[in-house]
């Protein structure tokens, strides 16, 4: 049993969990994710880490289905059945000077261990972080500790820039040059982002999240076309060059399943 030591509501959607988890707390680079189940009975969830403490992982999650809102109901005390991990490959790290991270959503939770890493590298950091509004904003004070700018949109304009982070994007490129962009959130904001970049030639690392049930390569679920090749996020990602992932076809399957109904899929799937 894996312990809740600490719970935040980052918003009305949003929680963060502090998890004890030694041996993945201990093991974890950046990109690997965990996949829990609240209590015997549960369905398997892919998370991945947004910090590590010591002995101690910090997990965000997003209030969408019957499984996370059953996470959503536990406190402060009460155990996790299964915590398993890390799984997936480490983030591969770029050499290069400068960075920019461009994080949609609850996208800047998996977003946060790979940036920090290249700031810890000593490489330059600038961050675009998009939501719907302002209070769907999260993790701006994590951010702040490593990061040298931080350009922040909005949809509905309740804060910064009223626009999508391409939008962000394209305002930044006309005064600056980053070597490098990893961009995490949405299918389609990455589909976007990647494009808008290839104008520019400048690459972007994105992460993948298809549905996923076993984490261990086993049940094909999670498959993603790269460069015309097929791959299994849970093991040969989620981080992939965004130039190469065919956006259409995960769109096209992810439309296959939406929230509430996608998980009880899965638990058929899964008896
Ligand atoms: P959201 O739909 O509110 O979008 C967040 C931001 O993404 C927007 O504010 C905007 O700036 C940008 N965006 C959205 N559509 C865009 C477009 N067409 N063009 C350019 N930019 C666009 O995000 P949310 O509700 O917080 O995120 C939920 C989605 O993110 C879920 O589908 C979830 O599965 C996914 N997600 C992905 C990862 C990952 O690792 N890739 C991690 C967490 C969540
Ligand atoms: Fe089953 Fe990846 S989740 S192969």
Redesign the pocket.
Known sequence: MYKILDKKALNKDVDLLVVHGPFVAKNARPGHFIILRVDDEGERIPL?IAELDGENVTIVY?KLGYSTRKLGELEIGDDIADFVGPLGKESHIREVKSVLGIA????A??LLPQLREYAERGISVDLVI???SKE?LILLDKYLEFCDKIYI???DGSAGLKG???DQIKELYKTKKYDHTVA???????K??VKLNKEYGVSTDV???PIMIDGTGMCGNCRVTIADKTFFACIDG?DFPGEEVDFDELLARQSYYKNEEHECNLKLVQK
Request: net charge neutral; with cysteine.
């Open positions: 991945t997003q949609g959503g609850v996208g939770a998996p998009g939501a719907r769907h949109c909005t949809d999508f982070v391409t995490i959130g949405p299918l389609i904001m990455m976007f982002v992460s993948l999240n989620p």
